[in-house]
T-cell receptor, first 115, second 111 residues
């Protein structure tokens, strides 16, 4: 079974440029998460989807970040325009649902460097 | 969700048991303890979780104290591939979206 697939693995851009990350969760997983991980820190939740609905985006910087999960499967996270402080690893995770003793499966992440 | 405290780093000899402690003194009755690990350049990987009882799976054992204020993750025979950052996380069943990671314990397994 394929795990959570993310692309690109690495992206280098100049500040003020746009960037997008794509995530394909495990088949059948209804809940999808985007996390951001700064160097030396643990991952921090940006947004959580239940199917196509964003049910928790309280930590998403909405002035420059956006996300979508149109058909309740794949998801895209966009940053426009990027700032130097956005350099981080962006992790996507999925789970069957968000109830009970839920286990998240993470992708390998997309490492963003903003110059 | 309860805050967890872990030592920043630990060493372990290959083949020996690695015992990783976690303090969660403010944990409430409905909060599970989860352990994930993150190998360099990979996403976090689920290891094990528990509520009250000790748990064991093919990867590790989880020992939770009777008062639930602390727990220990045990890797019975550590290998070089177990070198990673290990995260101890408490997570309430009613607030299951908030998997809050700390900074974890960096485990170095040496030959």
């Amino acid at each position: 079974e394929a795990g959570v697939v993310q692309s690109p693995r690495y992206k280098i851009i100049e500040k003020k440029q746009p960037v997008a990350f794509w995530c394909n969760p495990i088949s059948g997983h209804n809940t999808l998460y985007w996390y951001r991980q700064n160097l030396g820190q643990g991952p921090e939740l940006l947004i959580r989807y239940e199917n196509e609905e964003a049910v928790d985006d309280s930590q998403l910087p909405k002035d420059r970040f956006s996300a979508e999960r149109l058909k309740g499967v794949d998801s895209t996270l966009k940053i426009q325009p990027a700032e130097l402080g956005d350099s981080a690893v962006y992790l996507c995770a999925s789970s069957l649902d968000s109830s009970g003793a839920n286990v998240l499966t993470f992708g390998a992440g997309s490492r963003l460097t903003v110059l | 969700d309860a805050k967890t405290t872990q030592p920043p780093s630990m060493d372990c000899a290959e083949g020996r048991a690695a015992n990783l402690p976690c303090n969660h003194s403010t944990i409430s009755g409905n909060e599970y303890v989860y352990w994930y690990r993150q190998i360099h350049s990979q996403g976090p990987q689920y290891i094990i979780h528990g509520l009250k009882n000790n748990e064991t799976n093919e990867m590790a054992s989880l020992i939770i104290t009777e008062d639930r204020k602390s727990s220990t993750l045990i890797l019975p025979h550590a290998t070089l591939r177990d070198t990673a950052v290990y995260y101890c996380i408490s997570r309430a069943t009613y607030n299951t979206d908030k998997l809050i990671f700390g900074t974890g314990t960096r485990l170095q397994v040496f030959p």
